[in-house]
């Protein structure tokens, strides 16, 4: 049964003396019937078209919005994982709340103010956003917590390098209001950062040694200290520069962790098991979901329903009952055999999923899926600072695909795959068919897309009806 909470807040100053004036009711109204026609036109879920049109309607409609939620709202943002955490989040807090959330990974700021016209009778909005996008959707509806996860090197092309990313955050969590909550990832020396000098911050992070890499990854991003320059000597790295970091030369080291994952247990392609530590106690937590970047993802979820009002035993339950979201470790049946599809989009995320594919055994078949769309980043030079070579002494056969299969080939190829392993094909309903072709009966076939293709391969396989279309998530 949810309940309604109230929270006290008081109308976006801006707002005047109603929270949504008759103007914004028309606007709104208008952008809700464009999200209908689209839907019904089959040209998408509506997902950020009547977000877009209310955008340039008025911008303020998307503080009116917010602002009529009576249990505020809660934002997760990350280079990567954020569609993970906040479906963990999801999963969680649901019992406890109706929810607005943009669940089909519309993360702009159209996509957050398509989800806050599509919340009718929610209490509270628990909204993903993109990195770049934070800042303006911080200001606008001015969350009750914000958890922030990690910043990766990742399309250099549209976000600049990460100190740029950085420093706007910087900026937004200053003017955040001191009332709200805001939750770190204390693994990463610029996320953590945030949180100094800040009351009530929650910093997260892993605390097993026996799961550290055996030295700092060479693609790995922040090696040195941001106070004094120094390089950071790491005690454990587990995924890319996250870890247990200090500069000896000042003194800047990972703070104290509220929430902590240690005696993790990793099971192959099927789960990761930890134990959950907490201010508030802690739990045994089985995750449905392999690797250690699913346990940094299942931190992140349960440090912010924590702040939320959740209960361990709520946060338990919520994470070990969670599905994978669309394209990120999802399983698709087809009819005899499946597809194992990771998304996949700049080094740490990429290597983390072959670091996974490799410790669980898999695959014979793979694959790999290059686009170089916006939403991609332009920029494809990132592959060749994935460790791919582990996973291409494992495969018999590999399948590259996408707009820039040749360049992606001629990566593989460098990589030391044998051209008669090796086949090209650009279309990329083609590629799948052909990776389905060589896996055996009941076989499994791993497909590595980038963002587009990731989208493409779903529509697909929706289209084949494998899977429902991502945007028709059941969020009750």
Same mark, same amino acid.
């Given at each position: 049964?949810?309940?309604?909470?109230?929270?006290?807040?008081?109308?976006?100053?801006?707002?005047?003396?109603? $929270?949504?004036?008759?103007?914004?009711?028309?606007?709104?109204?208008?952008?809700?019937?464009?999200?209908?026609?689209?839907?019904?036109?089959?040209?998408?879920?509506?997902?950020?078209?009547?977000?877009?049109?209310?955008?340039?309607?008025?911008?303020?409609?998307?503080?009116?919005?917010?602002?009529?939620?009576?249990?505020?709202?809660?934002?997760?943002? $990350?280079?990567?994982?954020?569609?993970?955490?906040?479906?963990?989040?999801?999963?969680?807090?649901?019992?406890?709340?109706?929810?607005?959330?943009?669940?089909?990974?519309?993360?702009?700021?159209?996509?957050?103010?398509?989800?806050?016209?599509?919340?009718?009778?929610?209490?509270?909005?628990?909204?993903?956003?993109?990195?770049?996008?934070?800042?303006?959707?911080?200001?606008?509806?001015?969350?009750?917590?914000?958890?922030?996860? &990690?910043?990766?090197?990742?399309?250099?092309?549209?976000?600049?390098?990460?100190?740029?990313?950085?420093?706007?955050?910087?900026?937004?969590?200053?003017?955040?209001?001191?009332?709200?909550?805001?939750?770190?990832?204390?693994?990463?020396?610029?996320?953590?950062?945030?949180?100094?000098?800040?009351?009530?911050?929650?910093?997260?992070?892993?605390?097993?040694?026996?799961?550290?890499?055996?030295?700092?990854?060479?693609?790995?991003?922040?090696?040195?200290?941001?106070?004094?320059?120094?390089?950071?000597?790491?005690?454990?790295?587990?995924?890319?520069?996250?870890?247990?970091?200090?500069?000896?030369?000042?003194?800047?080291?990972?703070?104290?962790?509220?929430?902590?994952?240690?005696?993790?247990?990793?099971?192959?392609?099927?789960?990761?098991?930890?134990?959950?530590?907490?201010?508030?106690?802690?739990?045994?937590?089985?995750?449905?979901?392999?690797?250690?970047?699913?346990?940094? &993802?299942?931190?992140?979820?349960?440090?912010?329903?924590?702040?939320?009002?959740?209960?361990?035993?709520?946060?338990?339950?919520?994470?070990?009952?969670?599905?994978?979201?669309?394209?990120?470790?999802?399983?698709?049946?087809?009819?005899?055999?499946?597809?194992?599809?990771?998304?996949?989009?700049?080094?740490?995320?990429?290597?983390?999923?072959?670091?996974?594919?490799?410790?669980?055994?898999?695959?014979?078949?793979?694959?790999?899926?290059?686009?170089?769309?916006?939403?991609?980043?332009?920029?494809?030079?990132?592959?060749?600072?994935?460790?791919?070579?582990?996973?291409?002494?494992?495969?018999?056969?590999?399948?590259?695909?996408?707009?820039?299969?040749?360049?992606?080939?001629?990566?593989?190829?460098?990589?030391?795959?044998?051209?008669?392993?090796?086949?090209?094909?650009?279309?990329?309903?083609?590629?799948?068919?052909?990776?389905?072709?060589?896996?055996?009966?009941?076989?499994?076939?791993?497909?590595?897309?980038?963002?587009?293709?990731?989208?493409?391969?779903?529509?697909?396989? $929706?289209?084949?009806?494998?899977?429902?279309?991502?945007?028709?998530?059941?969020?009750?």
């Amino acid at each position: 049964m949810c309940k309604t909470v109230r929270t006290g807040r008081t109308p976006h100053p801006s707002l005047g003396s109603e $929270a949504v004036s008759a103007r914004i009711a028309v606007e709104t109204l208008a952008a809700r019937a464009v999200g209908r026609l689209s839907r019904a036109a089959g040209r998408g879920g509506g997902t950020t078209l009547p977000g877009k049109l209310l955008w340039k309607l008025d911008p303020g409609a998307v503080d009116a919005l917010a602002a009529e939620l009576p249990a505020g709202t809660a934002l997760v943002s $990350a280079t990567n994982g954020k569609t993970t955490t906040s479906a963990m989040a999801a999963s969680i807090l649901r019992s406890r709340y109706r929810l607005a959330w943009n669940h089909s990974g519309a993360n702009l700021a159209s996509g957050v103010a398509s989800t806050l016209l599509s919340a009718r009778d929610a209490e509270l909005g628990l909204l993903e956003v993109d990195e770049f996008a934070l800042p303006e959707v911080m200001r606008r509806v001015r969350p009750r917590a914000v958890a922030l996860g &990690n910043l990766f090197r990742d399309q250099l092309d549209r976000y600049g390098e990460l100190e740029h990313v950085a420093e706007r955050w910087r900026g937004a969590v200053a003017a955040l209001d001191p009332a709200a909550t805001l939750v770190v990832g204390a693994d990463d020396p610029l996320v953590g950062d945030l949180a100094a000098g800040r009351a009530g911050a929650v910093r997260y992070g892993i605390d097993d040694p026996r799961r550290a890499r055996p030295s700092l990854q060479h693609a790995a991003d922040s090696k040195y200290c941001l106070r004094c320059g120094a390089p950071y000597r790491y005690a454990a790295a587990y995924v890319g520069h996250l870890g247990d970091y200090r500069c000896d030369a000042c003194g800047h080291a990972r703070p104290p962790l509220d929430v902590a994952a240690r005696a993790i247990e990793l099971h192959g392609l099927e789960a990761a098991s930890f134990r959950l530590e907490t201010e508030a106690g802690s739990t045994q937590v089985r995750l449905p979901l392999p690797g250690l970047y699913n346990v940094y &993802n299942a931190l992140a979820a349960a440090s912010l329903s924590l702040v939320l009002g959740a209960s361990l035993e709520e946060v338990r339950a919520g994470l070990e009952g969670f599905t994978a979201a669309f394209g990120r470790f999802e399983r698709i049946d087809a009819r005899g055999r499946r597809i194992l599809m990771l998304l996949v989009k700049n080094p740490a995320g990429a290597n983390e999923a072959v670091r996974t594919l490799v410790e669980g055994g898999r695959p014979e078949v793979l694959v790999l899926a290059l686009n170089d769309a916006i939403a991609d980043g332009r920029d494809v030079s990132w592959i060749w600072d994935v460790d791919l070579e582990p996973l291409l002494e494992r495969a018999q056969r590999v399948v590259a695909s996408g707009d820039r299969a040749a360049e992606l080939a001629l990566r593989l190829v460098y990589g030391g795959l044998d051209r008669d392993r090796l086949e090209v094909v650009p279309d990329l309903g083609e590629a799948l068919d052909r990776g389905l072709e060589l896996v055996e009966p009941d076989g499994e076939l791993a497909v590595l897309p980038t963002y587009t293709a990731m989208l493409r391969l779903r529509a697909i396989a $929706a289209e084949r009806g494998l899977v429902r279309p991502y945007w028709e998530r059941a969020t009750a």
